[in-house]
């Protein structure tokens, strides 16, 4: 087998200019430096020491989809890594250049290019900014029920090929869930666009291939995705519940009686002192849960009814529905100083998620590997559980460490390390919607077993030059 070519840089970026102009190639050292991290704790941290984790050669800013097949044919051609780069809010470190070459920042692909108010379906390019769809989308009446908590910084295409997730899951569905097509740019076949429509018979289901690849399969250049009438009435309750496994208990059995609040949030007694309360301004204790539901009012009626009667037979108390009103209205404070931790702190998100026969176990299994093991770091560990299905939930367990002193890179390694272990061996899966990239490609072997081999094949075949993201989703 050869060797890989060695890169030459001025060849890349002339052969680069050539194709889409010179005025979307730069590498001057000032550009290249804005790609240096994501809201990876490791690059956030090694950034600061003055020692990036990665840095482009090359940062290329296509203006329209053909361009990005071309930036693909010349990466390709010379063998150079290509890393996508969409709003940089991401917290797997999944766009960094670890390997250098071009970062292809699509944020000039910012074209709303169709929204169909009769079957409710936006079509826009992938560096459409969340909140400015949003905005587009409300003063016409509809909404793209995702909401995450990157709505301010994320691009359409960060949250397909992040497999991400909105506040209104519970409801509407992870972004998976949203997706009808996508046009997709892939080294073997440059620009290519999936099936209008995600339920059909002619072949496998190509768009959920891309969905959640994180760049490593190729490039989404646009998303088709599904709309839904602003609601009539969005109406919110709080309940605390006596212990984590009552409050499971009553919203499992909510959703599997057809149930379909869209908001659930259900903090651990921790979580609630160290997190929801100063957020919503109470001094509060015990397992708090915030609820909305919405729709046309009687549908709400009815609904919040028989879902807050599974929380009273669970010994749930009812409480001011004031305080779900104000966790709505602050639900991005949480992300936001001081709220969210700053350096030298250490912090990281242990995103699990399971099926209700395994989640409480998981759950115990995260507090004695990383709560109580760590508990003489002065970690805290805050864990709530904020995307329901009909079949189990998940975990978001932020930890944070006050100060990890010299050897804050060893703990958090070490920190992950337990937490992923002992999530997966009580029969976790390790993620529900915040990628894989850098962070949990160690692990991709434990989750997948042999069907990773699958996924390399796969990723072969697409990218048989391995110039996709490398580096990447245990890949």
Known sequence: MSATPKVVVSDVKAALAAALGAD????????????????????LAADAAGTPLARPEIVVRPRTEDHVASVLATADEH???????????GTQGGALPIHGGIVLDLRSLDRILEIDDTSM?????????????????????????????????????????????????????????????????TPA????????????????????????????????????????????????????????????????????????PSVVRMYDEDATRLAFA??????????YTVLAFEGDSEAVEVEERRTLERALEAGGQVLDPALGERWWDRRYDFYHPPHQPELPAIWGTLDVVATYSRVEAVYEALRTAVREAYADTGLELRMHFSHWYPWGTMIYGRFVVPD??????ALHDRIWEDGMTAALEAGGVMNDHHGVGLKLGPYMRRQHGGALDAMRQIKAALDPNNVMNPGKMGL
Do not use: C
């Open 278 to 287: 100063p957020v919503v301004g109470e001094d509060l204790s015990g397992v």
């Open 404 to 409: 990890g002193g010299p050897d804050a890179l």
């Open 121 to 185: 379906t936006v079509t826009a390019q992938a560096g459409v900014n969340g909140r400015r769809l949003e905005q587009e989308l409300n003063a016409r009446g509809l909404m793209l029920p995702h909401y995450p908590a990157s709505v301010e910084w994320a691009t359409v295409g960060g949250y397909v090929a992040a497999r991400g997730s909105g506040v209104l899951s519970t409801r509407y569905g992870k972004i998976e869930d949203l997706v009808l097509n996508l046009r997709v740019a």
């Open 79 to 89: 063998r150079t890594p290509v890393v996508p780069w969409g709003g940089g809010s």
């Open 24 to 43: 979307a190639v730069t590498t001057a050292p000032d550009a290249l430096d804005a790609y240096t991290a994501d809201t990876y704790w490791p690059a």
């Open 189 to 260: 076949t440059g620009l290519i666009e999936t099936v209008s429509v995600p339920r059909h018979a002619v072949g496998p289901e190509l768009t959920q291939l891309f969905v959640g690849s994180e760049g490593a399969f190729g490039v989404i250049t646009a998303a088709t995705l599904q709309l839904v009438p602003l609601p009539a009435e969005r109406r919110f309750a709080a309940v605390a519940f006596p212990s984590v496994n009552a409050g499971i208990h009553a919203i499992r059995r909510a959703l599997q009686a057809g149930h379909r």
